[in-house]
């Protein structure tokens, strides 16, 4: 069945540096949503990008649609100890199909 | 604001119960979703409903059920709850298909 892949699982960065996740789809979007989910907490909305090779940006995050449809990065600038989550990505054509997410977790 | 609500927060249920989780929202949206959340897996997609008394498997209906008899309200039920079945369960929202979703607070069962 169809498949969004996100990588990397897990990604230790120390605070100033970027992160970077990236989602693969085995069949092209429609359009693909990227939501943050803090510690503790529930997904919350942060972007949806519909165009082939649509590049969208919100402060320090990042969010490319690849020109085939069916890959997608989010990343952030300079990361800062408020954008520590799980970042997921969910790729849409009938249904969401979600990525399994990013953690991203700030070295002390 | 949107607002989405679950009816508990946590809760700990025995092998073999009848467990109604519950989930309201206010926005008038006409689609509902129910989630499960594994570490390491993600969201995977048990049931949706995109009208009243509407509904639709996702992923990993077995074990599960839903009722949807009013627009804002939309109900998991395990029939026979098992330890498997414990997990992170998210009720969504949102005004049409492909729109983004807006979640509730989540609701973490444990199946003794």
């Known amino acids: 069945g169809q498949q969004v892949m996100q990588i990397p699982q897990y990604q230790h960065v120390q605070e100033g540096e970027d992160f970077t996740t990236y989602c693969n789809s085995s069949?092209?979007?429609?359009?693909i949503q990227w939501y943050k989910q803090r510690p503790g907490g529930h997904p919350v909305f942060l972007i949806q990008?519909?165009?082939s090779g649509e590049v969208k940006k919100q402060k320090r995050l990042t969010f490319q649609f690849g020109e085939a449809k069916k890959n997608s990065s989010l990343h952030i600038t300079a990361t800062q100890t408020t954008d520590v989550g799980t970042y997921f990505c969910?790729?849409?054509?009938?249904?969401?199909?979600w990525g399994a997410g990013t953690k991203l977790i700030i070295k002390p | 604001d949107v607002k989405v609500t679950q009816s508990s927060r946590y809760l700990v249920k025995r092998t073999g119960e009848k467990v109604f989780l519950e989930c309201v929202q206010d926005?008038?949206?006409?689609?509902m979703f129910w989630y499960r959340q594994d570490p390491g897996l993600g969201l995977r997609l048990i049931y949706f409903?995109?009208?009243?008394?509407?509904?639709e498997k996702g992923d990993i209906p077995e074990g599960y059920s839903v009722s949807r008899e009013k627009k804002e309200r939309f109900s998991l039920i395990l029939e026979s709850a098992s330890t498997n079945q414990t997990s992170m369960y998210l009720c969504?929202?949102?005004?049409?298909?492909?729109?983004?979703?807006?979640f509730g607070p989540g609701t973490r069962l444990t199946v003794l």
């Open positions: 969504a929202s949102s005004h049409r298909s492909y729109n983004e979703q807006f």
């Open positions: 926005m008038d949206h006409e689609n």
């Open positions: 409903s995109y009208d009243v008394k509407m509904k």
């Open positions: 069949t092209t979007l429609s359009n």
């Open positions: 990008l519909v165009k």
């Open positions: 969910a790729g849409s054509n009938y249904q969401l199909i």
